[in-house]
């Protein structure tokens, strides 16, 4: 039951979340009436030209179709940026001396904007999924890895010590006491890395595949398509809720299980 709550309490303000973002959208579009209706759609507009409009059948099935692309792109982004940032995260705390190597870098490249990188990496990886892959994946990677090292070094320092005194290696201690310790900043760090890494896949579809919703939106503002480009950016931002929420629910129930609170009243 206790779990229960925990999920209600972290599902409730993502929902008045939602609904103050369509509020703020309405409020929006009445304030600054130079937009004008053709630009700037309302949700009635975007709810018609996905749902009861003529022609809502074939514009949603188009929209699926891309959003299948980029949710694709997206998983696979995730996926690799959050298991490099897991390996390096676990090698970095466990030889200080590999940090202090690569993590500069790291943080160089950080710096620089990925926009700037599009064309190396599109010349590395190619324009097709590969290129985008590595895009999300590194929209990913560096906050993911910044939020487990903290998480991984936050063990209990007596646990580790105990390891220690009977011979356990420091990968052991890694295992047994720092892991699950840094379950809930593990945790946090994939909530913030789902948006990111659809962010990712549309900015690689956009500058490099030419494929899924990021592509499709920039042709949508090229023809004048504004409907569609508005309910592509509805579609995109529920979606993003979505996966943020499903990943939320999974952390709770995962920590009633394992985390380091696990089995408090």
Known sequence: MNVVRRIAKFLFPLLISVILMGVIWTVFLKAFPQVGPRVGKTPADVWRYLITG?????????????LRITLQDAALGFGVGMLAALALAALFVTVPAAERSFMPVALLLRSVPLVALTPIIVLVCGRGPGGVTTMAAIVVLFPALVLIMTGLRGAPQQAVELIAVYGGSRWTALRMVAV??????????????????LIGALLGEWLGSGKGLGSSMI???????????????????????????IVGVLENLVLARFGPEAGRS
Do not use: E, M
């Open 54 to 66: 003529p022609t809502a059948d074939t514009a949603r099935q188009a929209i699926l179709a891309d």
């Open 180 to 197: 699950p310790a840094a379950l809930p900043t593990v945790f946090a760090a994939a909530r913030i890395s789902v948006p990111g890494a």
């Open 219 to 245: 042709r949508a503002v090229a023809s004048f398509q504004y409907n569609k480009l508005w309910a592509s950016i509805v579609l995109v931002t529920l979606v993003s809720v979505l996966l943020y929420a």
